[in-house]
């Protein structure tokens, strides 16, 4: 399943490896300017607020809540020919609400917007791993996958 979020493995770069070395780890971690506190995503050396260059990684547990969804049935590329239909969603961080990430859906139904999820790092293709959210309301439990 989490193949299909991620058919061609990432090049990390500067900005980005600490991102994927957390993930490996099961962190969720994201890049915070020391400056102005905001959350930076993507990283980056300079913050889009106060272009502060200073920064550190901080951990998060990624819970937030569904901004939007789409399933993709039409495969856009010969390696995501056996991966759809597929549903990715963008989620809304509780830690900053106007950071959106986008990620897999492990729920068994269709995200419902607005609804509150919760994080599952999983692994995925030549050893990257992908975050990916499942309903995390009252009715999770026969909501997951």
């Not at 969603?89 to 609804?115: H, K, M, T």
Request: one cysteine or more; proline letters at 9%.
């Amino acid at each position: 399943m989490s193949d299909a979020f991620l058919p061609f493995p990432p090049t990390p770069d500067r900005d980005s490896r600490p991102w994927w070395d957390a993930l490996a780890a099961g962190e969720f971690r994201l890049q915070r300017c020391s400056a102005c506190g905001a959350l930076r995503w993507p990283a980056r050396e300079i913050c889009n607020r106060c272009r502060s260059f200073d920064a550190r990684w901080e951990t998060l547990d990624g819970a937030g809540t569904v901004a939007s969804w789409v399933r993709t049935h039409q495969a856009f590329a010969p390696a995501l020919r056996e991966a759809v239909p597929y549903t990715v969603v963008q989620v809304r961080l509780d830690a900053q609400d106007d950071l959106l990430l986008i990620g897999g859906w492990l729920g068994a139904r269709e995200p419902v917007s607005g609804e509150a999820v919760a994080l599952e790092i999983v692994p995925g293709k030549d050893g990257f791993h992908l975050p990916c959210w499942r309903p995390a309301g009252p009715d999770a439990e026969q909501a997951r996958a």
